[in-house]
């Protein structure tokens, strides 16, 4: 190793990017993780970019890959880097969050200088970037200005605004999208069946509504059902019973005490998912797909063999009877009230709170 290499090394404990073994003590993250740009799924508008900018040569040598957690970034630009033919040894990992001071990068603009060891290139990524101090970001500044040209960067955060637009400037920029609930469906099933279990299809839809548009998060929550599940086929009571989300019979009770406008009983219901210890802001979140799937049972009849396939037998039937009342009080304005209130839970001192006002006003009770 160089000896630039190994001061950056020791002062900024440096992360080379190497392959991990699949071993069953491997977290699903890793295992599955993308190899090839075939495999991130959600990001053809970045993937297709970067790999016609490779078969044409032109490529720039710094990048920002911008997006919430578990969307892929730090997996596209190691997959970025092995399509350039850069080896492990010419690939750093710098968690910038851990070494965010002007000295770790003076570290880092001492070690650029050396030649890769055995590729044509040397790919730094910078996880956490937005992390950096104003004086960190002044140092990487002039390397990022006048780079060396063995060497590529990719900034890797989850919150662009905090990166300077100076910086912005002198790199291209990619941001990636959340992927959608059908994508991470696919995904946790597909895993499931890798490893031996049935995920039915209403399994599938809970823990991709759970995982909040992560990937990470969505092989989190099945590894943790996996390591407790009591068979191969992991139905949604078992989801339910693991990730501590509310049970679908809950939601099914609020729904229809809506529907027959009994709002004692509807705020009762509320009232068993506050004190089970649910999340408001995940029991709100799974009120509104069951609003959502009605409205759309209501306009759109196509979408009930997929709606069907989402929900188990007994949730599905509530679904469909409330549909079927024109004059149910589940509708779009109701719809929208709840999405008001559930983007309240998040900061209400009682998360239960905006729920119960909007059960109320939907009900049109406001007096006792």
């Not at 990068?105 to 996880?127: G, H, M, Q, T, W």
């Not at 959502?292 to 188990?312: C, D, G, H, N, W």
């Not at 009342?325 to 929208?336: D, E």
Request: a negative charge; proline letters at 4%.
């Amino acid at each position: 190793m160089y000896w630039e290499e190994f001061k950056l090394g020791v002062k900024m404990g440096l992360l080379y990017c190497t392959a991990m073994s699949k071993t069953t003590n491997e977290t699903l993250y890793r295992k599955y993780r993308p190899e090839s740009f075939e495999d991130v799924l959600g990001q053809e508008h970045i993937t297709k970019v970067l790999e016609a900018s490779i078969k044409n040569k032109k490529f720039a040598h710094a990048y920002v890959f911008a997006g919430s957690r578990g969307t892929g970034k730090t997996s596209t630009a190691r997959i970025f880097g092995r399509e350039l033919k850069i080896s492990s040894n010419d690939t750093y990992e710098i968690d910038a969050a851990s070494n965010r001071g002007i000295d770790e990068i003076r570290a880092l603009r001492e070690a650029v200088n050396s030649l890769p060891f055995e590729s044509p290139y040397k790919l730094y990524i910078l996880d956490e970037a937005h992390m950096l101090t104003k004086d960190a970001w002044n140092a990487l500044l002039k390397t990022l200005e006048e780079p060396p040209a063995h060497v590529l960067f990719v900034l890797a955060t989850t919150e662009m605004e905090k990166i300077p637009e100076t910086i912005l400037s002198r790199c291209q920029t990619f941001v990636f999208k959340k992927p959608s609930r059908i994508i991470l469906k696919k995904v946790v099933t597909d895993i499931a069946q890798k490893e031996g279990y049935t995920l039915p299809g209403a399994s599938a839809e809970l823990i991709s509504t759970l995982a909040e548009g992560s990937f990470r998060d969505a092989e989190g929550v099945l590894q943790k059902i996996i390591g407790s599940s009591k068979d191969k086929t992991i139905d949604p009571e078992e989801v339910e019973l693991i990730t501590g989300a509310p049970k679908g019979v809950i939601l099914s009770e609020l729904l229809l005490s809506l529907e027959e406008k009994d709002v004692a009983r509807a705020l009762e219901a509320t009232g068993k998912a506050s004190e089970g210890g649910i999340d408001m802001k995940t029991f709100a979140k799974l009120l509104l797909e069951r609003m959502r799937a009605i409205m759309l049972l209501r306009f759109s009849p196509k979408m009930q063999k997929v709606l069907e396939e989402e929900y188990t037998e007994a949730d599905f039937e509530v679904l469909e009877k409330i549909s079927k009342n024109p004059k149910s009080l589940i509708n779009s304005t109701s719809l929208l009230a709840f999405i008001e209130a559930a983007e309240m839970t998040a900061y209400a001192s009682i998360p239960s709170l905006p729920l119960e006002v909007a059960i109320v006003r939907l009900v049109g009770e406001d007096k006792p």
